[in-house]
């Protein structure tokens, strides 16, 4: 439900894009197109830090396979250290340069020496930089100092507490990426006028970022990413935190639109007819991309290869990438065959003495650059809560939230599907159809002798969770409570199965996420739904408050509920619930938060501030949940 839901706004957004796209004819068009992207692009990050001295240090060199590997070490940030491998060709420099992302492995840079080497002996020299969460640049170590997590968790986790603070993993992925640019332009030995990018599969989606980005980019060749999202959602689905930018479907911008950020720079797109990164999304951007490039008079620029393979790098697409990459960078335009090529064993190319960066001295991680963040916002929002201040506050977490007020919310319409008869009581099974595409499974409780109050039941393990006889929700009923238990979206029967890492449907999150929309904002605004829908209940004689009692992961959505529609509730009592987003940036390892997260709202508040609005006598919180066991390593 929540996934038809969420196409169906993804859907109208991509054509409003389409539209817009269809309408840049001219030259001057297309630029305020790419500026507008651009800008817009940067904005979601969240902005990147200053640029600080890289600090290289070549730590070892080798022989390869007609070239020679030098290992670096260097700082995108200070003491946030980059592990990298330069492939250096045997003729006289300068050389040209491609700088190649990796993909998703666990071995990071390693992965990349087949072209690295390749390039090499076509004269081309090749920057492979491990990213966070994967070869030596892991970021959440157990106690013997080994990645706690495989890499695409990593980067997820990272991006719950990222998100909070208005970045993503996105935002440390490219400027490590930009940082190496600046790396390979410090050197005497490479042509900084000459610099292409390639990267497959996660490389193909940072190649796709820098290349729209960064203009000291002059060619580029991403491989096995570039689809579109129309396809990319009714297949696959979103993928993991880096590969999706704040708001980006709701704004308008494509997988098309990282190419025509850059038009008409010389751009081939590498594809696989059987990758699960749709082929055919992948020919609508080309030809969106084509289009643009023959309009602006440069149609040899773009360029498609399409090979009959699965996900990855094949031997056809590294030769033809090699091929764009002479074209462009070398002026020479002539077939290349990869030969036979010897490669090394990872462990030959560790930069590091134990094999992380994290290990070394003084190296700082990305849970502590996000904690250093998030204290100087903790000071900022202290100024937004100062007392008086609340109705410009609560109007910034409306805005970060998106939760529409009371009063623009849809009533719900309540089918009534069942019902079961106990003896203490008589449970309604209700489905409760508020906005079109919303229809909410809910338990109705009534009393044999009415008392007049009524109680709001969120359980974030489901309605059923409470619900059995001599229950907790009975033993309200017996003392004559009406009480309501929905599934509020994406938890129970419109939610996974399981209580997975991410305490709800990733893809569901991050669709609602490209659409600039938060899951939480979501459901609160299903319990005030649900709320007003009990609280206009009629059969008691009564028209009462809510009491709401919110357990497990639904705290958060109920907790801003309350604190902007406090009117509609009396007493609230929270159970297990998360009570700081500070503690996710702090603790990132802990698992389920990322369905509770909402982007850069610690750069406004924080939970404790929607608490301290409610009267704090009508308020009960037991058990708060604490991330410090959930994230500590398991042989600390």
């Not at 499974?441 to 309605?463: C, H, I, M, T």
Request: net charge neutral; glycine share 10%.
């Amino acid at each position: 439900m929540v996934g038809t839901y969420l196409k169906q706004q993804a859907y109208q957004a991509l054509e409003r894009r389409r539209e817009a796209y269809e309408q840049v004819k001219t030259p001057d068009e297309a630029k305020t197109y790419r500026e507008r992207l651009r800008q817009f692009f940067l904005e979601q990050l969240g902005g990147f830090p200053e640029r600080t001295p890289l600090n290289p240090r070549i730590v070892g060199a080798l022989e390869g396979d007609g070239c020679k590997i030098e290992k670096i070490i260097y700082e995108s940030q200070p003491r946030h250290f980059v592990t990298a491998l330069l492939y250096l060709p045997a003729s006289p420099p300068p050389f040209p340069a491609v700088l190649m992302p990796c993909g998703h492995s666990a071995t990071g840079k390693t992965e990349n020496q087949i072209q690295g080497i390749f390039l090499a002996k076509n004269g081309i020299a090749a920057l492979c930089y491990d990213p966070i969460g994967q070869g030596e640049r892991y970021q959440l170590l157990d106690g013997s100092g080994q990645p706690r997590f495989k890499a695409t968790d990593e980067h997820t986790l990272l991006g719950a507490a990222c998100i909070l603070l208005g970045r993503g993993t996105a935002t440390y992925r490219v400027w490590d990426g930009m940082r190496s640019l600046d790396y390979l332009a410090s050197r005497t030995d490479i042509d900084a006028a000459r610099i292409g990018v390639s990267g497959c599969s996660g490389g193909g989606t940072l190649s796709s970022y820098l290349m729209a980005l960064d203009d000291r980019i002059a060619c580029a060749a991403p491989s096995c990413y570039l689809t579109s999202f129309r396809r990319l959602i009714d297949t696959i689905g979103p993928q993991d935190a880096e590969q999706n930018i704040h708001g980006q479907i709701g704004f308008g911008m494509d997988h098309a639109d990282y190419i025509l950020m850059r038009a008409p720079k010389p751009t081939l797109m590498l594809t696989g007819t059987q990758d699960f990164f749709d082929i055919q999304g992948s020919w609508d951007t080309f030809r969106q991309a084509a289009r643009w490039y023959t309009r602006l008079g440069f149609p040899e620029r773009m360029a498609m290869v399409e090979t009959d393979t699965k996900h990855g790098y094949p031997q056809p697409q590294r030769e033809a990438m090699v091929r764009w990459m002479r074209r462009w960078l070398l002026g020479q335009d002539q077939p290349v065959t990869e030969p036979a090529i010897k490669t090394r064993p990872a462990d030959e190319l560790l930069c590091t003495p134990r094999g992380q960066a994290l290990l070394l001295d003084g190296a700082r991680s990305v849970v502590e650059l996000n904690v250093e963040l998030s204290a100087k916002l903790e000071a900022q929002r202290r100024k937004i809560w100062e007392p008086g201040g609340h109705p410009e506050a609560l109007a910034a977490v409306r805005s970060a939230s998106g939760i529409r007020p009371l009063a623009s919310l849809p009533k719900p319409r309540a089918s009534r599907v069942g019902a079961v008869e106990r003896q203490s009581c008589r449970i309604e099974k209700l489905i409760l159809e508020g906005e079109p595409g919303i229809r909410l499974p809910a338990l109705l409780f009534q009393p044999v002798r009415p008392s007049g109050r009524r109680y709001l039941w969120l359980n974030g393990e489901g309605k059923h969770a409470d619900a059995g006889p001599g229950g907790a929700i009975e033993k309200l009923v017996q003392a004559g409570h009406v009480v309501l238990a929905p599934d509020l979206r994406g938890i129970g029967e419109t939610g996974p199965s399981d209580q997975n890492l991410w305490g709800g449907s990733s893809k569901d999150f991050f669709l609602a996420y490209l659409l600039g929309r938060s899951m939480l904002g979501m459901r609160a605004e299903d319990v005030l739904v649900c709320a007003r829908f009990l609280a206009e209940l009629e059969g008691d004689g009564h028209h009462a408050r809510v009491h709401l009692i919110s357990l497990n992961s639904t705290g958060p959505a109920a907790l801003h509920a309350a604190a902007l529609e406090r009117e509609l509730f009396d007493t609230l009592k929270f159970v297990r619930s998360l009570q700081s987003w500070t503690d996710v940036v702090r603790y990132p390892a802990a698992p389920r938060q990322l369905i509770n997260v909402v982007h850069g709202a610690l750069h406004t508040y924080d939970l404790p501030d929607l608490l301290r609005l409610l009267p704090q006598d009508k308020v009960t919180v037991e058990e708060p949940l604490d991330l410090r066991p959930l994230a500590a390593p398991k042989n600390t």
